[in-house]
């Protein structure tokens, strides 16, 4: 969708538009209803504090629609093949890697109770696994604000490819 589009779309489109980069309902309405947007730039701007702070509610709701780190999601919406495209950078080939992560991830979503998120794109599977070592000695405390920042991070960038 042009910038144009998006700013003319009625509001339930241009929510519906936002949604699969960030499927939180206060994030896509405040963006919605910041329009017209000047420039790309103002929409990723306004997308990077929008909602914010995204509230654990928000955060949990969002995190159950994502796939696990390595685990290549299947079907046709838009949100699936952005996944995809962001693990891009994630070998299945390497075998001992794939088995760290597949472990990593047990680790982190027994120790947080959700599921290990970090904007993949323009990532290797060792930095993705580096990153979650890193992760898991976080406290909760510690840890909520990574996340809900990880979020925050790959829905700007899903945002910009997709106003691109």
Not at 14 to 22: K, Y
Not at 50 to 72: F, K, S, W
Not at 147 to 152: I, N, P, T
Request: proline share 5%; hydrophobic share 45%; with cysteine.
């Amino acid at each position: 969708m042009s910038l144009d589009a998006f700013n003319r779309a009625d509001r339930d489109d241009a929510i519906g538009f936002l949604r699969p980069c960030l499927d939180v309902d206060r994030w896509c309405a405040e963006i919605a209803d910041g329009r017209p947007y000047a420039s790309v730039d103002d929409v990723l701007a306004r997308a990077g504090t929008a909602a914010e702070p995204l509230t654990e509610a928000e955060v949990d709701g969002a995190l159950a629609r994502h796939p696990r780190i390595g685990d290549r999601p299947t079907g046709a919406s838009a949100q699936a093949a952005m996944s995809r495209a962001e693990q891009a950078g994630v070998d299945p080939a390497d075998t001992a890697v794939a088995a760290a992560l597949a472990e990593g991830n047990r680790a982190y979503e027994e120790r947080f109770g959700r599921v290990f998120l970090i904007r993949a794109a323009g990532r290797s599977s060792r930095e993705i696994l580096d990153a979650l070592t890193l992760r898991l000695r976080h406290t909760p405390e510690e840890e909520a604000p990574v996340v809900a920042d990880q979020l925050r991070q790959i829905a700007v960038l899903r945002l910009k490819g997709l106003l691109a």
